[in-house]
Each structure stands twice: as C-alpha cells, then as structure tokens.
C-alpha cells in the first residue's frame, strides 16, 4: 500500500481574480478538478490510500466532493495557517501508518515519470525519492546528483538544472515523520517555511538512499497563466 497526502489548504491567492469564489484545488479544467490531474499521474500504482488535507473554510462542500469521487479517501481538516508543507502534513500523522510507504503530492501539477512510480512500487524502506524537471527558475527546489543518487538537496536555490517536481517519496512514513518532527523543533524554517524537500538532506545524513527521476514531462498548474498554457498543450 501507497499512503498519498494531499496537503490542500494553501490560500491560492494567485486565483482570486480569475477564479473569485474558488477553492484553487477544486478548480475544474477540462472536466476534471485540479486536484485530479495530479492523481492522475499516479496512474500505474494500485493500492493508494488517499489522505486529503482542506482548509476549514467551506469544508462540508468540499469534502463531500471527495467522498464522492474517492469514498475510501480519508480526510483532515487544518483549522488554521501552517508554517509551511512539513507541518501541514503532519497534522495527517494519526492517518498514517509508520510502517508504509509515504508520497506527499502537490495538488497543482501533472506528470509522467514510469521510472518514478516503478520505483515507488518496488523500493524498500530505506529508499527514497522524486521526479525531475528541467528548470532554473528559483522558486523549485533542485537536487545534484550523480547517475539518479541524489546528493544534495536545495530550497529555491538553483544549484544544477534538475528542479524537483511536487511529488516526494519516503520509503519509511516513520522516517519523515520523525524528521519533520525533528526540523520543526529544533530549527529555523528554511527560507521562512518548513519545507518537504530539505528532509532529504536530513536522509542523506543518516547514510540512506535518495534517487531522482527525469520526468518525461510535467506541467504546473499553479497559476491560472499556467492553466491556461497546459490546456494549449492539450489541445
């Protein structure tokens, strides 16, 4: 079993003027949510169990919108602001089975990387993981590596052209568990927020594994030019 997280309670505030009075990952594009899109690109994994996370905000709506395309998903509610994606994940941790694996998912993209979800499907516990893109826009995250065996990674700071896409994967629930723990306790946020990415580093201290993945393409969803862009592609 895949445990998928979701973290669905950012404020989109990109979103306000062309889609007023929605919630960014309910937004419908093409006849699907946004959410979906992302999903979707899971498409070759069986056995996910989903773990959405909404904001408190128009919850009964929304959350009846998942039950009704995913009746097994479960669903928390995040009552107030996060100091980043690390700590909003962790308010799931009572949903999450520490033995199993762990993919936390942006809702705002779409990809496809067979390597990756092979590799979801076949690692062990100490393996861990992502897709990349091509990119040397700031605002990623980017990974060096060497052959895949990723050796550092980086908050918005370009250090190669290998930028991460919103898809990371632990080998061990436990283990990111403890790490984010352990970052929100004991450190300053990484560029003002508790980051997913940065736990990597902390992976790689500990002596175990960390691969990357080129992805064979990737679309962003996180603005509405982008949106608009994708759908172009798709047409």
Not at 118 to 125: A, T, W, Y
């Amino acid at each position: 079993m895949i445990q998928v997280v979701l973290p669905m309670a950012g404020e989109g505030l990109r979103f306000q003027t062309d889609y007023p009075n929605s919630y960014k990952p309910f937004i419908e594009i093409d006849g699907k949510y946004l959410f979906q899109y992302a999903l979707d690109s899971l498409n070759t994994i069986e056995n996910l169990e989903l773990i959405f996370i909404l904001r408190h905000e128009d919850v009964d709506h929304y959350a009846k919108i998942v039950k009704n395309e995913y009746p097994d998903a479960k669903i928390v509610i995040l009552k107030s602001k996060t100091r980043g994606a690390s700590e909003t994940v962790l308010k799931a941790s009572e949903h999450l089975s520490p033995n199993e694996k762990l993919l936390i998912l942006d809702s705002d993209l779409t990809f496809e990387s067979p390597d990756f979800l092979e590799f979801i499907k076949n690692s062990n516990d100490n393996e861990n993981g992502f897709a990349t893109f091509n990119s040397s826009l700031q605002r990623f995250s980017y990974c060096q590596h060497v052959d895949g065996a990723v050796l550092r990674v980086a908050e918005k700071e370009v250090i190669s052209d290998r930028a991460i896409i919103g898809a990371y994967f632990f080998g061990s629930t436990s283990r990111f568990l403890n790490l984010a723990k352990g970052a929100i306790s004991n450190e300053v946020p990484n560029v003002g927020e508790y980051y997913i990415s940065p736990l990597y580093n902390k992976i790689l201290e500990l002596g175990q594994k960390v691969f990357c993945f080129e992805a064979a393409s990737y679309s962003s969803l996180g603005t509405p030019e982008e949106i608009q862009e994708f759908l172009k592609k798709k047409s």
